[in-house]
């Protein structure tokens, strides 16, 4: 690859850094794609594969593989820390660093525990693969563990699913749970009814899926309960440990917590020392550029755009693309 061509600079296989990628083929350009993964991941399944539905091959796909006919894009697998913007060049964790002209970061979000990160280790959230089959490896044991666990009231709170935030992941999470309980295992044990899985989704606000219109909610909600799941409305949850979970005056004896409530974007606005909103997105420019420094884009979940209307852009991933289209284009332009 001609070393003096204009060098673009990716972080973040996801949504946005690939659409960014393929949309910029063809330009007088070459490309380092950076991800401290190996694989994009198809996050939108990735409950599925918590559940047991789906195996992990199935969401997600080596990055090198994805852009193997790409001869302009080098794939480095590495862990970005940081930005220098005075020397233009991105940080790596090994101590090196990567220059560029233009600088694409799409390094996507994190779930985010409110100033808790204590309950971390008792509530695992669902982000990455890893987490994935984190939490289907702690509700199957919890199943094995009731099998073989004489106490009704321990046997309970090992067959009590505690699932925190009633977004879209945690409805999702619920309502395949309690399918997985109540339909796929039941008559795999003897000692257990796995019918008897209490499956409960607490929601610190008045309603669940508060992104979509309340009729939506309503339907959702009726749906959950329908299957079994019991939908807990207006508390907050104020402490997640190895004996459950509490929310208002409600203490839940519940042997798997599962975290579907926080977002926090990945540390890109600490990287540029640029402003960002309450969950840490760069407070991008309208072309999506940073303030002050023309050639560093941010896409994404990393990123906090304003709608014509004064709405943010919802973080997913139909709009993690089309930004990243979008900067494609500007970049093409330019050049
Ligand atoms: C469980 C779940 C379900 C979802 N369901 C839906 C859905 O049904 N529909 C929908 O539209 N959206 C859904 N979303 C949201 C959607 O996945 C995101 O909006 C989308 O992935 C955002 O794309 P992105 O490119 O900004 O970031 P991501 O796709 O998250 O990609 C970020 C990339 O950056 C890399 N990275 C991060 N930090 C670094 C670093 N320091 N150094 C190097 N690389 C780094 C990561 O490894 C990752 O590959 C869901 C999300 C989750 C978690």
Same mark, same amino acid.
């Given at each position: 690859?001609?070393?003096? #061509?204009?060098?673009?600079?990716?972080?973040? =296989?996801?949504?946005?850094?690939?659409?960014?990628?393929?949309?910029? =083929?063809? &330009?007088?350009?070459?490309?380092?794609?950076?991800?401290?993964?190996?694989?994009?991941?198809?996050?939108?399944?990735?409950?599925?594969?918590?559940?047991?539905?789906?195996?992990?091959?199935?969401?997600?796909?080596?990055?090198?593989?994805?852009?193997?006919?790409?001869?302009?894009?080098?794939?480095?697998?590495?862990?970005?820390?940081?930005?220098?913007?005075?020397?233009?060049?991105?940080?790596?964790?090994?101590?090196? =660093?990567?220059?560029?002209?233009?600088?694409?970061?799409?390094?996507?979000?994190?779930?985010?525990?409110?100033?808790?990160?204590?309950?971390?280790?008792?509530?695992?959230?669902?982000?990455?693969?890893?987490?994935?089959?984190?939490?289907?490896? /702690?509700?199957?044991? !919890?199943?094995?563990?009731?099998?073989?666990? !004489?106490?009704?009231?321990?046997?309970?709170?090992?067959?009590?699913?505690?699932?925190?935030?009633?977004?879209? @992941?945690?409805?999702?999470?619920?309502?395949?749970?309690?399918?997985?309980?109540?339909?796929?295992?039941?008559?795999?044990?003897?000692?257990?009814?796995?019918?008897?899985?209490?499956?409960?989704?607490?929601? *610190?606000?008045?309603?669940?899926? *508060?992104?979509?219109?309340?009729?939506?909610?309503?339907? =959702?909600?009726?749906?959950?309960?329908?299957?079994?799941?019991?939908?807990?409305?207006?508390?907050?949850? @104020?402490?997640?440990?190895?004996?459950?979970?509490?929310?208002?005056?409600?203490?839940? &004896?519940?042997?798997?917590?599962?975290?579907?409530?926080?977002?926090?974007?990945?540390?890109?606005?600490?990287?540029?020392? *640029?402003? !960002?909103?309450?969950?840490? /997105?760069?407070?991008?420019?309208?072309?999506?550029?940073?303030?002050?420094?023309?050639?560093?884009?941010?896409?994404?979940?990393?990123?906090?755009?304003? #709608?014509?209307?004064?709405?943010?852009?919802?973080?997913?991933?139909?709009?993690?693309?089309?930004?990243? #289209?979008?900067?494609?284009?500007?970049?093409?332009? #330019?050049?």
């Amino acid at each position: 690859m001609n070393e003096a #061509r204009h060098h673009v600079v990716v972080v973040g =296989a996801g949504f946005g850094g690939l659409e960014f990628t393929r949309a910029l =083929a063809g &330009a007088p350009v070459r490309i380092t794609m950076i991800d401290k993964r190996n694989h994009h991941l198809f996050q939108p399944l990735l409950y599925q594969v918590a559940t047991t539905a789906l195996a992990t091959s199935e969401v997600a796909w080596p990055i090198r593989h994805l852009l193997r006919k790409r001869k302009d894009v080098t794939t480095l697998l590495a862990n970005v820390t940081g930005v220098d913007r005075a020397g233009k060049r991105v940080l790596l964790d090994d101590g090196s =660093a990567v220059a560029y002209d233009t600088l694409l970061l799409a390094t996507g979000a994190r779930h985010a525990y409110f100033g808790h990160d204590e309950w971390e280790p008792f509530a695992p959230g669902l982000k990455t693969l890893e987490d994935a089959t984190t939490i289907r490896r /702690r509700i199957l044991l !919890a199943f094995e563990q009731a099998e073989r666990e !004489a106490d009704p009231a321990k046997r309970q709170a090992l067959l009590t699913i505690a699932i925190v935030g009633g977004g879209p @992941t945690g409805v999702e999470l619920a309502g395949t749970i309690v399918e997985l309980a109540h339909d796929t295992l039941r008559g795999e044990f003897r000692n257990i009814d796995t019918r008897q899985t209490r499956v409960v989704l607490i929601e *610190a606000g008045d309603r669940i899926l *508060a992104n979509f219109a309340p009729k939506l909610s309503d339907y =959702a909600n009726k749906a959950l309960e329908r299957l079994g799941v019991t939908v807990e409305l207006g508390r907050a949850v @104020t402490r997640c440990d190895a004996e459950g979970v509490v929310f208002g005056d409600k203490q839940l &004896a519940a042997r798997t917590i599962l975290w579907a409530a926080g977002v926090a974007a990945s540390p890109a606005a600490e990287w540029l020392g *640029a402003k !960002a909103d309450r969950a840490g /997105r760069v407070l991008v420019e309208p072309d999506l550029s940073v303030r002050g420094s023309p050639e560093i884009f941010v896409i994404g979940d990393a990123a906090h755009v304003l #709608r014509p209307d004064g709405r943010p852009v919802p973080g997913v991933a139909p709009s993690a693309k089309q930004e990243g #289209r979008h900067v494609a284009a500007t970049i093409k332009a #330019r050049l």
